[in-house]
């Protein structure tokens, strides 16, 4: 979703907020634009789609100055078009004095009211966007005579709704930065100073960067950031050192970032096993909870988009493995339901960025009710890892591919740690443990085995990329799989999908079967594969298109013949929904590839959904 970049520093700034823009990318935008500031005077270029159309505007006349602001936009209010796109500025009076230049993440839910009230001040809008609100009330304080920033605070008190914000001002050399719900991050480096959504944007800029807390506003002048909290106190920032890991963001041998990530599981997978599970003993191996294991009396799981199917998944791990009655919920559904919670309940939210609006207001409406919170993230210093009581960190690396695969197979690997250690703590038998420790272990061998069937799905992928319809079938942990097959295809081919459990076919989809839609049935071998296997017959005997994905043993008893079959490596059926992930990402990645797609940033998605 949108991204933020603001750069203070010696030099001419454009190129640089160009640059940043770029790492921000990935999150998915439909609009950019930056503006500068070079004697009090803001300079600003703008460009829908794409940020090759805003780098062809700058070649012809790249903005002077050396300070600027810069932002991605994903359109929320208003469409996406160079009108709508940020920076907004406001002028009131039409004197450039009181010019501020705006760039936002996030949502002004008051914005309508705000507008009516300034309209009656006869102040003009430009844009529908929700954000010129905060532009026309920041130059209205600014005319009023505050200085930057207290005109800055007393815009924010009038805000409802999330945001992280970067101003410019033309009378001033400064930028100001706010957060209250969306991410932001202050960097700093010699003669630069920096603000960015996340550490991607910072990272070519800065060597040090400290996220801004709830109700933070920075200011960047000078030498040092000024850091102010939401009592208005100047406090220090709690700087960290950009790890050179955060730099490598490149593309490599592969041609898209999801191809990259896709290749990079069994590494990942891998090193998170290594931070969750002990070889030696192969058992689950956690830092000390702050809750009580062996006495809990049910599980919550929680999650948005693909984070949620890892949660479905657990679910089937949790109360299969460990005896524990547990409920995997849709976040933006748990957060305004009122679920019967007690103290004796654990509530596990999961995000890949830690920063998914949903999956933080389910996790805040959860505290309220009291209950213990445990966060899955992938970004260590995201808002859900620093608000929940203890954060666990799955080891994915960067993901830069809007359609989330490695982060998925981490969640599902450490879920599936944490499983066993529930287990252990509810008396489950060592011997037991060690099975599912032993099938763990040995999971990253068999996720590059799955690896080589790669050409072998680009030419099923082919095939299936003509279709205009797919349906995906699992049982039990599978089904979790069904659903992330179908999302993963959609998303990024835009090829219609669901996912169904396979025994739900004669209560509606068997009457979608036909010769052109195919049909993906996910059958390893297993206590559910005569199951599946019946659905996958009854699909064919009514002239469907089945692709089995099975391993050697489900595919030397199955009876029929598919039209095509994909055959996986054997492993324990634990493990089975974190290995299937493999050939069901692949297919989706084909097939977009087959159609041309753009892969890596699918049309009106966001990485990271920082609005609801
Ligand atoms: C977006 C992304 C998905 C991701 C979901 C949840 O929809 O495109 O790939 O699964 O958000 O994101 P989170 O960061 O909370 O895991």
Not at 244 to 263: N, R, V
Request: with cysteine; glycine share 8%; charged share 20%.
């Amino acid at each position: 979703m949108c991204g933020i970049i603001a750069i203070s520093s010696d030099k001419q700034v454009a190129a640089a907020l160009l640059a940043a823009l770029k790492q921000l990318e990935y999150r998915g935008y439909d609009s950019a634009g930056l503006a500068t500031l070079e004697k009090n005077k803001i300079h600003t270029a703008r460009a829908q789609g794409k940020l090759a159309a805003l780098e062809q505007k700058l070649k012809t006349r790249a903005p002077p100055g050396s300070t600027g602001i810069g932002h991605t936009r994903w359109a929320t209010h208003g469409r996406p078009s160079e009108q709508n796109a940020h920076p907004v500025i406001a002028e009131v009076g039409g004197k450039s004095e009181n010019a501020v230049a705006v760039v936002h993440n996030g949502i002004i839910e008051n914005h309508a009211k705000l507008k009516q009230e300034l309209a009656r001040q006869n102040l003009a809008f430009h844009t529908d966007t929700d954000t010129e609100v905060i532009a026309q009330l920041t130059s209205l304080n600014l005319a009023a005579g505050l200085p930057p920033l207290e005109a800055v605070t007393e815009t924010l008190k009038r805000l409802e709704g999330a945001f992280a914000l970067a101003f410019l001002f033309s009378r001033d050399d400064t930028v100001i930065g706010a957060r209250r719900g969306s991410p932001l991050a202050v960097g700093q480096s010699d003669n630069t100073l920096a603000l960015g959504s996340d550490v991607l944007a910072l990272a070519p800029i800065a060597r040090q960067i400290a996220y801004l807390e709830e109700g933070d506003i920075v200011v960047l002048s000078g030498d040092t950031p000024r850091l102010f909290n939401a009592a208005g106190e100047n406090i220090q920032p709690q700087w960290k050192a950009i790890s050179p890991s955060s730099l490598q963001i490149g593309k490599g041998q592969y041609q898209h970032f999801m191809q990259k990530e896709i290749y990079e599981q069994p590494a990942v997978v891998g090193e998170t096993l290594d931070s969750f599970l002990d070889p030696a003993r192969l058992r689950a191996s956690f830092p000390e909870f702050p809750f009580d294991t062996g006495s809990l009396r049910k599980v919550l799981l929680s999650a948005c988009g693909t984070a949620y199917y890892a949660t479905v998944a657990a679910q089937y791990w949790i109360e299969g493995v460990a005896g524990l009655p547990c409920s995997a919920e849709i976040a933006s559904e748990l957060r305004y339901r009122d679920p019967a919670l007690g103290g004796t309940d654990l509530a596990v939210f999961v995000s890949q960025s830690g920063e998914t609006m949903d999956t933080l207001e389910a996790a805040r409406m959860v505290a309220r009710a009291g209950v213990s919170r445990l966060a899955v993230v992938n970004q260590g210093e995201s808002t859900l890892a620093r608000e929940c009581e203890m954060s666990l960190l799955t080891r994915a690396g960067a993901e830069i591919g809007v359609a989330s695969t490695k982060a998925f197979t981490t969640q599902l690997a450490l879920l599936g740690c944490f499983a066993l250690e529930l287990a252990r703590a509810g008396g489950v038998s060592d011997e037991r443990l060690r099975a599912y420790g032993s099938a763990l272990m040995e999971l990253p061998s068999r996720l590059y085995e799955a690896l080589t069937l790669d050409e072998r799905v680009s030419a099923i992928a082919a095939d299936i990329s003509r279709a205009r319809h797919a349906l995906y079938l699992g049982r039990g942990a599978m089904y979790p799989l069904a659903l992330e097959g179908a999302l993963k295809l959609k998303e990024i081919s835009y090829i219609h999908a669901e996912g169904y459990p396979g025994g739900e076919m004669k209560h509606g989809p068997l009457a979608l079967v036909d010769d052109e839609m195919p049909v993906i049935v996910l059958a390893p071998s297993g206590p559910l594969f005569g199951k599946i296997a019946s659905n996958a017959e009854e699909v064919m005997a009514r002239g469907g298109r089945v692709l089995l994905i099975s391993d050697a043993e489900g595919l030397a008893s199955f009876g029929g013949e598919p039209e095509w079959v994909l055959e996986m490596p054997s492993c324990d059926v634990f493990v089975q929904p974190i290995l299937y992930a493999l050939p069901v990402q692949l297919l989706a990645y084909y097939a977009a590839c087959h159609r041309g797609t753009d892969v890596d940033q699918p049309r009106n998605l966001a990485k990271s959904v920082t609005v609801e």
